[in-house]
């Protein structure tokens, strides 16, 4: 007997086996509980989230012969059943959108949709790939899907809802399938291995479901592939030999090179991932899901459901997450997201992610404008960023000098002529003025100072290597 792959092994039979996507199964539930099933629905979604298996069981709900009506608990035994789970029954026709896409296919299908089904209730159309039609082949499927017979159902699926024409759409239900989470798939993951007696580590499943992207067939078969290697136990070790995942302790090696600010290190770190076959592109990939990890302990603790994550691993995320802050792991992120796409397309990647994950690590030796300012004006090697001169502060050195003015009026005597007050009052504005002008001056010589270094060829080259914006230039020019 030939092998069956377990994604069609465990494919699931009722409404209540579908993983993830619980709200339109009760729905669908509902539906036909109160005999209120549409004459047509779309099922929208990525690959391997349920939708096909969805269509089956709600075709086997409609023509489930051990019931006298449609029920919302098919038996998986009766004839009906048995043959829409092989996909061989008469009356439960799957066609496939990508080689049926033409106006004679569906001008076929118009023809037999006529006839009463041969031992069914229904007969029920199922239509995969749909958004595969032609602009003319949905055009001639508008009327029956409009008024189609009362023994007819149509059941549509795409990956690509946008490209089915808005009046196909009007006239169907329309399901909107969610992605699989990590912990729902990883959970599928081991009643499985469970049920095929296989032994495994407990820290292989949560990754393996990781690497799946929300697809419930996508995990199946990369299992699928670890248990044709023949080796017992299951581990990360294989996951990593046999499926390309990165080695998630060189990874973690290399996070904690940058936190610590270790340049040589995160070299070497680099290196030990490209010598064992990893990409670059890979690197950078996997770099965005542990700093993630990082910036989600940051914010929220290592205790956070937003981690999908073991004991060991949390903890180990939690020690890493103490050498950055979460202004620098934002940083990092975005950063790596446009580098993903620059390594793609460069004909020099390793120098470019070396380049960058450099920048990470010696991020503090890196100098803003206003700081490069600030020492070539001081000349001091320890730099502070001047602060503006705020209202407040301008209002607490007139009280300053109020209270000078009331000591020296305590010192002399109590009648004081008005042209001594005069005077004191005249005295008080003027150094006021003085102090203005002095900031103003310093500001107007700041801002030319800075322009001439901008305009320098060789800062010019350094900035844009460095992928730097400056602000602040446009207002000093226009003083």
Known sequence: MSYTVLARKYRSQRFDDVIGQDPIAQTLKNAIRTDRVAHAYLFAGTRGVGKTTMARVLAKSLNCLSADAPTAEPCCKCDSCVAINIGEDIDVIEIDGATNNGVEQVRELRQNAIYRAARSRFKI????????????????????LEEPPNHVKFIFATTEPNKVIPTIQSRCQRFDFNNIGPAQIAGQLKFILGQEKIKYEE??????????NGSMRDGL??????ISVGVEPLSVSLLEQFLGCPNSEKIWNLVGKIGASDAAGTLAAIEDLIGSGISEVQIADSLVDYMRDLMVVKSTGAESELLILTAEQRKRAGELAEKFDVAALIYNITTLEKLRWALKNSDTPRALLEATLLRFALSEHFMNIDALMSQLQTGSDVVKKKE????????????????????????????????????????????????????ENRSRTSGRKRNEIISDPAVKTILMGLDATITGIEEDQQN
């Open 125 to 144: 159309y199922i239509i995969d790939e749909v958004h595969m039609l032609t602009v003319p082949a949905f055009n001639a499927l508008l009327k029956i």
């Open 221 to 226: 078969s990369l299992l699928d592939r670890l």
């Open 203 to 212: 820290d292989l499943v949560l990754p393996l479901a990781k690497m799946a």
């Open 388 to 439: 503006p001169i705020s209202a407040e502060s301008r209002a607490s050195s007139e009280a300053q000098g109020d209270k000078s003015i009331k000591a020296q009026r305590h010192k002399g005597t109590e009648a004081q002529s008005d042209e001594q007050q005069t005077t004191i009052n005249e005295h008080r504005e003027s150094s006021i003025e003085h102090q203005e002008s002095r900031i």
